[in-house]
């Protein structure tokens, strides 16, 4: 088991949610919009105010300190936000040439003004400097919806790659009907209506309680 | 020096009145809170002026303590009132009575017992107008560094979350901001500090040199205060910040926006 949750819930929520993903494990979350799936994931990197367990390994998310926590279950958002003028302020070590050219960018990228990238190169390098602190579990809160076709499958191949290298769990929101074909089968493709019914646990058997 | 009277006053009142009349025919919408201003100045000052006076006859410690504590509130008062978010439960006017109670009087206290010296330190000609000068800009100063802390916070949320999100601390994801509000409440600060003698002429100054003190001493004073004023708006506006940010997060270094409301 890498994330457990029990009775979980937030403001926005309509009520607790318990589940676990396990390890290397993708799930996709799906649920129409306002039904609190942001807020879930929000919780989930301890992010606001909650209710209820959050476990990794066992260990409770309120035994850890935020920071160390988060580093561990990150929460990436669907718009990247930047807080200075050029892509390297923004990475605490700075990737390797050979990390950056995997993902079809170059050195130069790090120099460059983050007003000049396009939105995929700023959602590849807004996963990239969360992946550098080597998270176990990452949550990806509609990471494709503002992009085109291509960079949306530069983005799922770079998640996935991570997950497979470092047995990461993933917990991905996404509406794109054809992604959750590609990424998940039907047993990891969650409807948050399920959750809120208690219902996962029946097809993955992976629900706590 | 040469006196003024009242008739002197009202003559030049004039000059307000035309003008009022002037920005009214141009269209002018605050017509209405340019008359109250200026009502509202002379009042100030007419009532400052007869206190003063009375408190500078009195030698009473206890009334200097009087002056000096409406002084403070009302500055902390005027801090929360440029609030655009105001923190719940009058805490903003709470920042603003801390943060300028820790730099203009401390640094008044310490100004008048270790530089100034007068008998007795607490002396009502120096204490008051001094403390009115350090309280004057501290407040604009503490007032524009609060202001662009809370606005920023909430306008610059997701890039306050995204560094927390990446696992860094509250002080470390609200660094970008702090920068931000201390830049702006040093501005006014540091642009008078440059005006100072070539464009304008600072008004303790003027007020002395008009008094009839020899222009090089009143230069002396001058330079100090401007030390001190320095000193009590940096000073101040750091700690406002600082407990401000404080304020903006929970145990679990959460922001937690709820904090602060929107001024009507």
Redesign the interface.
Known sequence: MVLQVNQLKAKGMRQAVSFSVPAEQLVLLYGVSGTGKSVLMRAL?????HEGEVLLDGVEQ?GLC???W??QV????A??????ETVEEHFETLPSAETLHKLGLDNDYLKRSVNSLSSGEKQRL?LL??LL?EPRVLLLDEITANLDFDSALDVEKMVLDYSRQHQAGVLWVSHDQAQQKRLADSEWLWDIEDLYAGRPAENSGGVAE | MIYLSYWDLATLSVLVILLGGLLWLNGFTHVKQYWWANVRMVAQLLLMGVWLSWVFYAENWVWVALVGLVMLLAAAYEIAKRQHYRFHKGFSVWIGLFSISMTSLLLLVGVLTVVIEPQPWYQAQYAIPLLGMLLGNSMTAIGLGLDTLTRNSVQLKAQVEAQLALGKTAKQSMQFIREQSLHTAMMPVINMLVAAGIISLPGMMTGQILAGTDPSEAVKYQIMVMFLVATSTGLGTLIAIYVGCRRLFDARQRLDLEQLYKAK
Do not use: C, H, K, Q
């Open positions: 990197a301890d992010l606001i105010v309120r935020p920071e160390n988060r580093r990150m929460y990436f958002s718009e990247t936000a930047w807080w200075r807004a400097r969360g602190y």
